[in-house]
């Protein structure tokens, strides 16, 4: 099995991986436990993922009876992701994970391990991103990296800047140690967080982390929305914070990750969905990128987008309608008063009709 250890191992790093381990497939009861006392607080709040099964999501031979290791593959989206830069008026910020389809070569990557094993008469299922595997608790357990205090995998040399991916299989492959490092005395990503979703070293928070609640349907909770800022997608700070992975953030200079917010509000959905289809959507409805955008408008408060947002106080959409309202409030101003009040004489749905009533009760302007 070494020889085909080493071959595995290289498929991978070869084909896109920048790091491979290999651990056993056994169960995670220490991270079981974990998923459920944060559910039992209620600290996942709306996240479903591996939050959804717990019991599923630490044992993968829930789902492969046969597994006997997980191949676990590692790819940096930095410094090729480049950098969204300073806030510019009328853009919204995408996180750089998100700033291309940074699964792509997460993919090829374990697609080629896969096929070394494939090879050799042994099974070989892929899992990335899926709720049937916590990979951070794959990812430890192989070597890659150790848990950090913002709750991420960090790797040597990489920081938290990786996508984590694995390879389920029944071929014995020799095993790598769990990673001894840890975080030690720095908590530099705790404070950074913009809303205090760190509650704790290594525990987040989702009611509070600002990239869930961009993915989240529905209503963003009015709180959270100018903590939001420019954000239309993602957050990065606690990671652009973590000493680790400052030399690729550091090289990372090429401008990218930024959006315009017109266009996303302009734009047919097909060409939304065709443009974004890498991000992760309810119901893959692109009405959550423009509901983020109406909220990035309303933050940014420039009269300049106070046509557009009037016109979505018209929208058929009652999200869009109820987020439209709250960025006139933030604008402020006898026209967009105007157009609220026009809209809340039309206006059946309560959601909206309440965002009106917050946004005519709002201060004038920021």
Not at 139 to 159: I, Q, T
Request: glycine share 10%.
């Amino acid at each position: 099995m070494e020889e085909l250890t080493r071959r595995v191992r290289e498929a991978g790093l070869v084909t896109g991986l920048d790091v491979v381990g290999i651990g056993a497939a056994t169960p995670f009861p220490e991270v079981t436990e974990t998923l459920w006392a944060r559910r039992r607080q209620g600290l996942n709040g709306r996240l479903g993922f591996t939050y959804s099964e717990p019991d599923t999501a630490t044992d993968v031979r829930c789902t492969f009876l046969w597994a006997e290791r997980l191949v676990v593959g590692g790819r940096s989206y930095l410094p090729t992701a480049g950098t969204p830069g300073p806030a510019v008026p009328g853009t919204g910020r995408i996180a750089r994970f998100a700033a291309s389809d940074a699964y792509a070569p997460l993919r090829a990557g374990l697609e080629a391990a896969a096929a070394e094993l494939s090879s050799e008469g042994f099974r070989a299922e892929l899992l990335i991103d899926d709720n049937r595997l916590v990979d951070r608790a794959a990812a430890f357990r192989a070597g890659v990296g150790w848990w950090g205090k913002n709750s991420m995998l960090l790797a040597p040399g990489f920081g938290p800047w990786l996508l984590l991916g694995s390879v389920v299989t029944d071929a014995l492959l020799a095993v790598d140690a769990p990673t001894r490092r840890d975080c030690g005395s720095c908590s530099a990503c705790l404070p950074a967080c913009p809303t205090g979703a760190l509650v704790a070293p290594g525990v987040l928070d989702a009611r509070l982390c600002l990239a869930a609640i961009a993915q989240l349907p529905g209503l963003i909770p009015p709180r959270l929305r100018s903590a939001l800022g420019d954000r239309l997608y993602g957050c990065d700070d606690c990671l652009t914070a973590c000493p680790p992975g400052a030399r690729l953030v550091a090289a990372g200079t090429s401008p990218s990750g930024r959006v315009s917010l017109s266009e996303i509000l302009a734009a047919a959905d097909r060409t939304l969905e065709a443009r974004f289809a890498h991000f992760y959507l309810p119901d893959r409805r692109v009405r959550i990128l423009r509901r983020n955008a109406l909220v990035v408008l309303g933050n940014q408060a420039d009269p300049v987008f106070l046509p557009m947002l009037a016109g979505y106080l018209g929208h058929p959409d009652w999200l869009l309608r109820a987020h439209a309202a709250w960025a006139l409030g933030q604008l402020g101003g006898g026209v967009s008063h105007s157009a609220l009040r026009r809209r809340f004489n039309e206006e059946t749905h309560p959601e909206v009709r309440r965002e009106i009533e917050w946004a005519l009760s709002a201060p004038s302007g920021k």
